[in-house]
C-alpha cells in the first residue's frame, strides 16, 4: 500500500508540474503574440512613412519636409530594432525553458520506462494466477478486502505509469518540435535585425546627407534674396535717377512742355501682354517651399525660350543691360513717369536711347534663372512704382 501510495503521488507531482509548465508557455504565447504585434504596427507606420517619402519626392516639395519624414523613419526603424531585440530575447528564454524541460521529461521518462520495466518483469515472475492466488490464500472475508483493495490500488498504479510513459514520449515530440521551431524563429529574428540595423545605417546616412543639402539649400536661399534685393534696388535707383533728372528737366526755364504718358488711366485691364504663356509667380510676396519669402514686384510669364518680347506701349528705351538676377534687362520710359520693365532675356534687340513702338520686339525670353523654366519677368510701375502688372494687362489671370 505504501509503495502504491508513493507512486501515486508522484504521479500527481508530475501532473501539477506539468500544467504549470503548459501555464507558463501560454504566458510565453501571449508575449510573444503581443511583441509580434507591435513589430507589426511599427512596420505599418514605418510603411506609411515610406509611402509618404515617394509622395514628397515625386511632388514639388521641400527638403525640409524629406528630413522630417527621413528623421521618422529613422526613429521608428530604430524602434523596430529594439522590438526585434526585446522578441529575440523573449524567443531565447523559451529555448532555454523547451531546453531544460525537455531535458527533465527525458529524464522522467528513462525513469519512468525502468519503473515499468520492472513491474513487468514482476507480473511476469507472478504469472498470470497471481492475482487470483494471492485472493483465495486470504484467511478471512477483511484480508480478501484488503487484498482486492491493494490489487486494485497497484492495477491503476500501473495503468497510471504507462499513461504517463506515453504523456513523457509525447510530450518530449512536442518539446523537441517547439525547439526546432524556436530556433528557426531566432535565425529569422536575426536576419531581420541585421537587415533593419543596415536599413538604419543607411537612413543616419541619407539624413545626414539631406540635412547638408537643407543647410546649403537654405545658403542659397539667402544668398539669392540677398542678390534680389540688391538688383532690385538697383532697379529702382536707376528709375529713381531717371525720374529724378525728368522733374528737373521739367522745371528748368524754357523748358520743352513734357510729353504725356503713353500708358493712360483707361488702359486699365485692356493692354497686350508682352508675351503669351502661364504665370508662374505673381506680384507680392511669396512664401518659398524652404520657407523663405521673396517679395516680386511684377509678374513672371512662362514661355519658350526665344519667343518674342514686345512693349505694352510706346517709349523710349532707358536701360538695356544684364541687371544680375534679372538677367538682360530692357527698361522702357512711356513718358509722365511712367515704366514697363522686361527682366530675364535671352537676348536684348533695342539700345538704349531708342525710341520703341507699341507692340515692337525688344528681346526674347530667356533661362536666367537656374531655379525657373524660360519665362519673361514683367513689371509696370507708373510714377516709378511698382504695382500689380495684372490689374493692366488685357483679361486678368
Known amino acids: 500500500m505504501c509503495c502504491a501510495a508513493v507512486?501515486?503521488?508522484g504521479v500527481t507531482?508530475?501532473?501539477?508540474?506539468?500544467?504549470?509548465?503548459?501555464?507558463?508557455?501560454?504566458s510565453a504565447e501571449q508575449r510573444l503574440r503581443q511583441q509580434q504585434d507591435q513589430l507589426d504596427k511599427l512596420r505599418k507606420e514605418r510603411s506609411d512613412l515610406e509611402t509618404r517619402m515617394n509622395q514628397l519626392q515625386r511632388s514639388a516639395r521641400t527638403l525640409t519636409e524629406e528630413v522630417a519624414n527621413l528623421e521618422a523613419q529613422r526613429r521608428t526603424t530604430a524602434r523596430l530594432v529594439d522590438a526585434l531585440d526585446q522578441q529575440l530575447g523573449t524567443i531565447n528564454?523559451?529555448?532555454?525553458?523547451?531546453?531544460?524541460?525537455?531535458?527533465?521529461?527525458?529524464?522522467?521518462?528513462?525513469?519512468?520506462?525502468?519503473?515499468?520495466q520492472r513491474r513487468m518483469v514482476e507480473i511476469y515472475k507472478r504469472g498470470s494466477l497471481y492475482d487470483v492466488e494471492a485472493m483465495l490464500s486470504a484467511q478471512s472475508f477483511a484480508g480478501l478486502v484488503a487484498r482486492y483493495k491493494y490489487l486494485h490500488e497497484l492495477a491503476i498504479n500501473d495503468r497510471n505509469l504507462v499513461r504517463r510513459v506515453e504523456g513523457l514520449r509525447d510530450q518530449i515530440i512536442s518539446q523537441r518540435l517547439l525547439l526546432v521551431r524556436l530556433q528557426d524563429e531566432v535565425s529569422r529574428n536575426r536576419q531581420e535585425k541585421d537587415r533593419e540595423a543596415r536599413r538604419l545605417a543607411s537612413l543616419e546616412s541619407t539624413r545626414q546627407r539631406s540635412?547638408?543639402?537643407?543647410?546649403?539649400?537654405?545658403?542659397?536661399?539667402?544668398?539669392?534674396?540677398?542678390?534680389?534685393?540688391?538688383?532690385?534696388?538697383?532697379?529702382a535707383n536707376a528709375i529713381s535717377t531717371l525720374e529724378t533728372a525728368r522733374r528737373r528737366?521739367?522745371?528748368?526755364?524754357?523748358?520743352r512742355p513734357a510729353a504725356p504718358s503713353t500708358i493712360r488711366t483707361s488702359d486699365l485691364g485692356k493692354l497686350d501682354w508682352p508675351v503669351d504663356g502661364d504665370i508662374l509667380y505673381r506680384f507680392g510676396r511669396v512664401v518659398n517651399p524652404n520657407n523663405t519669402t521673396t517679395r516680386?514686384?511684377?509678374?513672371?510669364?512662362?514661355?519658350n525660350e526665344g519667343t518674342s518680347v514686345r512693349t505694352i506701349s510706346a517709349g523710349e528705351v532707358v536701360l538695356a543691360d544684364n541687371v544680375g538676377t534679372y538677367g538682360p534687362t530692357v527698361i522702357v520710359q512711356h513718358g509722365g513717369g511712367d515704366y514697363s520693365v522686361y527682366g530675364s532675356l535671352a537676348q536684348i534687340s533695342v539700345r538704349r536711347g531708342q525710341q520703341v513702338t507699341k507692340g515692337q520686339v525688344i528681346g526674347t525670353v530667356g533661362a536666367?534663372?537656374?531655379?525657373?523654366?524660360?519665362?519673361?519677368?514683367?513689371?509696370?510701375?507708373?510714377?516709378?512704382?511698382a504695382v500689380d502688372p495684372l490689374e493692366w494687362l488685357r483679361g486678368k489671370r
Open 93 to 116: 528564454e523559451e529555448v532555454i525553458k523547451a531546453g531544460t524541460g525537455l531535458q527533465r521529461a527525458e529524464g522522467e521518462l528513462v525513469s519512468k520506462r525502468g519503473s515499468l
Open 211 to 235: 540635412l547638408t543639402a537643407v543647410q546649403r539649400s537654405a545658403a542659397q536661399a539667402r544668398e539669392r534674396l540677398q542678390q534680389l534685393a540688391r538688383d532690385e534696388s538697383r532697379i
Open 368 to 385: 536666367t534663372d537656374p531655379e525657373l523654366p524660360p519665362h519673361l519677368h514683367f513689371e509696370i510701375r507708373p510714377k516709378g512704382r
Open 13 to 26: 507531482t508530475v501532473t501539477g508540474a506539468q500544467a504549470a509548465g503548459q501555464t507558463g508557455a501560454q
Open 7 to 9: 507512486l501515486l503521488a
Open 249 to 255: 528737366a521739367e522745371m528748368a526755364p524754357n523748358a
Open 296 to 303: 516680386w514686384n511684377g509678374l513672371g510669364i512662362g514661355a
